[in-house]
């Protein structure tokens, strides 16, 4: 039995149903769950460990809803700079075919470290191509070292050029293999209990990556096991047509025929919609990844975010590939969620949409639909919105009985001199900052400002070597 005392926070954030923000607030936590939340007052005098907060703001953890951990290896390829998103994979399918196991689990601690640092302590990452004999495996064990919560999609692509896909041969699996690999992962690696820090995912790519028979049997095998089910869909007005020529479906409705607008799956971008997939999305129980630093860089749209709240749909934010965004900075893609809404908002007058109800994200007290999205609904987004997309109601607030995770953030630095007045949106608004500690059931991933459990310098070293191989094909 260990316990933590976390006390004197200027100010606590709890993130649950009653939003609570508490001054000089506190948690007290024990083998890695929460115990008691409040006043520092009314807390325990003592614990195994103390950490005094005076001068932070304390969070709970932040939760990443998709990414490509790999990509780190290739951010900012000269030649896929200025690609919109088909011709950008084109570019970089042939890079990501000289992967290997080494690169996949250091691009892993890479992109767990830049999250940890960022405030994430729950990260769900789409790994789906495995050449050179690649393994999700590599993945989950690297994560582990680095302590944060995965949840590993078993990403496939099956449908290849030569078939009427977008990848080359090179990096696609038979279906067979795919089914097999993924059944053995999830009995292996699997974990659906509270506190849980593995989880396994069926996500075949995309649409214009896997056929509509591995979608099917993923499907199947998913609910079978009780697993959650991830895909890409509606990023681009290219894969809106696609769908229409091959299929006869737009994305969305193609996923319908096929099965998955359950509740038990979650879709990257979902930017290409309309209301009445927007209202499907709803009444099915579907979730949405948003990422819109992602969504820019490839110049693929403004996801209707707010729509999607008004009409009661779980939403997430994710990072994206770090080869599309650049980067991994969860607590600045919460910053970007608010600041892209805001000009859809003001594009479409949406926000002038008089709507007196909140909407609901995952239960409980959700965020406004009317009105410009403000900081605390993009928090809002960033933790509870992305529990509820991964199915977890044991992370995502502050609440006696849940997990242990959060992140703080000290307010006496330069980039918050003068916006004190409010320092809940303060961590939103102003330029975002590495943050002081992450804390991942209970255990400390991040303390005054360094990562703990991997050494950062040697890490980048290695990983800088491994980008260079990759890229130039050495």
Not at 219 to 244: I, K, N, Q, S
Not at 272 to 299: F, K, T
Not at 309 to 319: D, N, P, R, S, T
Request: aromatic share 6%; glycine share 10%.
């Amino acid at each position: 039995m260990s316990t933590l005392l976390v006390k004197h926070a200027d100010i606590l954030v709890t993130m649950d149903d009653h939003r609570r923000e508490i001054a000089d607030g506190g948690l007290f936590i024990r083998d890695g769950f929460i115990e008691q939340v409040g006043p520092t007052s009314e807390l325990p005098v003592t614990a195994d460990e103390v950490l005094d907060l005076r001068g932070h703001i304390l969070l709970p953890g932040l939760v990443n809803t998709h990414h490509h951990f790999y990509q780190t290896l290739t951010r900012v390829v000269p030649a896929a700079q200025d690609a919109n998103l088909f011709n950008w994979l084109k570019t970089l399918y042939p890079i990501w075919a000289r992967l290997t196991p080494q690169a996949i689990r250091v691009s892993t601690k890479t992109a767990l470290t830049e999250l940890a640092l960022s405030g994430c302590t729950t990260a769900s990452d789409h790994l789906y191509l495995f050449p050179n004999g690649s393994k999700l495996d590599d993945e989950i064990l690297a994560a582990r070292e680095v302590g944060l919560r995965l949840h590993a999609s078993r990403g496939s692509m099956s449908l290849s050029e030569k078939d009427g896909g977008l990848p080359p041969d090179s990096v696609v699996d038979d279906e067979e293999t795919i089914l097999k690999d993924s059944q053995r992962l999830i009995e292996t690696y699997h974990d659906p209990n509270p506190g849980s820090f593995t989880q396994i995912v069926m996500a075949p790519c995309s649409p214009f990556s896997v056929t509509g028979d591995l979608m099917r049997a993923s499907a199947a095998l998913a609910r079978e096991y009780g697993v959650h089910l991830h895909t890409h869909l509606a990023e681009t007005e290219d894969e809106e047509t696609f769908c229409l020529e091959k299929f006869g479906y737009r994305p969305v409705g193609y996923m319908e025929e096929l099965g998955w607008m359950e509740k038990d799956a979650w879709f990257a971008h979902s930017i290409w919609v309309n209301q009445d997939e927007i209202d499907l999305y709803a009444r099915s129980g579907a979730g949405v990844a948003h990422c819109p630093n992602s969504n820019m860089r490839l110049a693929s749209g403004i996801a209707p975010i707010k729509e999607f709240l008004a009409a009661g749909v779980k939403v997430g934010i994710g990072v994206d590939g770090s080869a599309s965004n650049d980067g991994s900075h969860l607590l600045g893609e919460v910053r970007q969620a608010m600041m892209l809404a805001r000009v859809r908002e003001g594009i479409t007058g949406f926000s002038r949409t008089p709507t007196p109800d909140p909407s609901p994200v995952g239960g409980g007290v959700g965020v406004g639909a009317g009105g410009l999205m403000t900081a605390r609904d993009a928090l809002y987004l960033g933790t509870r919105g992305g529990a509820a997309v991964l199915g977890r109601s044991d992370i995502g607030s502050l609440e006696a009985g849940k997990c242990a995770d959060f992140f703080a953030v000290n307010l006496n630095r330069i980039e918050y001199a003068g916006g004190l007045h409010d320092p809940v949106a303060a961590v939103v608004f102003d330029q975002s900052v590495r943050v002081d500690y992450t804390v991942v059931g209970g255990k400390f991933v991040v303390k005054e400002g360094h990562i703990l459990t991997v050494d950062e310098r040697a890490l980048i070293q290695e990983h800088n070597r491994i980008a260079r191989q990759l890229v130039n094909g050495a």
